[in-house]
C-alpha cells in the first residue's frame, strides 16, 4: 500500500484529503507543520507528498528546499496554494516541487495528479513490501508475519495495528494517533479497543520471545523499539 504524506496546517482541508486518499487505497500520515512533516520523512518512506505552500513556522518553499538539498529527499511533491501568479508558481518549482495544485480544488484533480507524478517516477523506486524491526518481519505482499522463524497469525485488525507500529518503530504514537489510522476514529470515545487489541498482539508478538518490542510509555502511549 503506498504511503502519502500531508503537510497541511488547516485540519479540515488535512482530514478532506486524508479521507479520500485513503477510499483509494492510500496509508496517509498527517503533518500540521512543516516541522513534524521533517520529522515523519526522517522516520519513514513515503510515495508522495503533498505540501501546503503557506505553513506556520518553515513555509512550504523552505521546506522543500530542505528536503531536496540538505535530507537528500527526491519523493514527488504536489504543492497547494492560494497564490496562483505566476512568480509564486515558479518559486514552488524552482524550490524543488513536482507539481502544484491551486486552491479550492476537487478531490478528483488532486487524485489525477497525484496518478501522474507516480507515472512520471517511472517505477524507479520500487515499493516497500516487507517491515522488519529486530527478529520480527512483516510481509505487506502475502500478509504474513514471522518471529525469530516462527509465523504469528494475526485477525485483520491485529495486523493493520501491528502495520502501524513497525511503521513509526521508535517514535511514540498516542491511543488517539492509533485510533485514527487504524481504526478510522477522528477522536477518543473513551472506549479502551486500543489497550485490549495491544495486549492480544503482545501475547502473540512479544509474550513467547525473550525481546520485548512493543513498550508502554505511560501518559503517552506506544512505542515500538528494538
Known sequence: MDKILVVEDEPSISNFIKKGLVENGYQVSQAFSAETGLQFLQNDSYAAIILDLILPGINGLEFCKKIRSDLRIHTPVLMLTALTATDDV???????????????????????????????????RAPVNKLQVADLEMDL??????????????????????????????????????????????????????????????????????????????????????
Not at 163 to 189: A, C, G, P, T
Open 90 to 124: 515558479v518559486a514552488g518549482l524552482d524550490a524543488g516541487a513536482d507539481d502544484y495544485l491551486a486552491k479550492p480544488f476537487e478531490f478528483k484533480e488532486l487524485m489525477a495528479r497525484i496518478r501522474a507524478l507516480a507515472r512520471r517516477q517511472g517505477g524507479v
Open 141 to 226: 505482499d502475502q500478509k504474513k508475519v514471522v518471529r525469530a522463524g516462527q509465523e504469528i497469525r494475526l485477525t485483520p485488525k491485529e495486523f493493520f495495528l501491528l502495520e502501524y507500529l513497525m511503521r513509526n518503530k521508535h517514535r511514540v504514537v498516542s491511543r488517539l494517533d492509533i485510533l485514527e489510522n487504524v481504526w478510522d476514529i477522528q477522536f477518543d470515545l473513551g472506549t479502551n479497543v486500543v489497550d485490549v487489541y495491544m495486549n492480544y498482539l503482545r501475547n502473540k508478538v512479544d509474550k513467547p520471545f525473550e525481546q520485548k518490542l512493543i513498550q508502554t510509555m505511560v501518559g503517552m502511549g506506544y512505542v515500538m523499539r528494538e
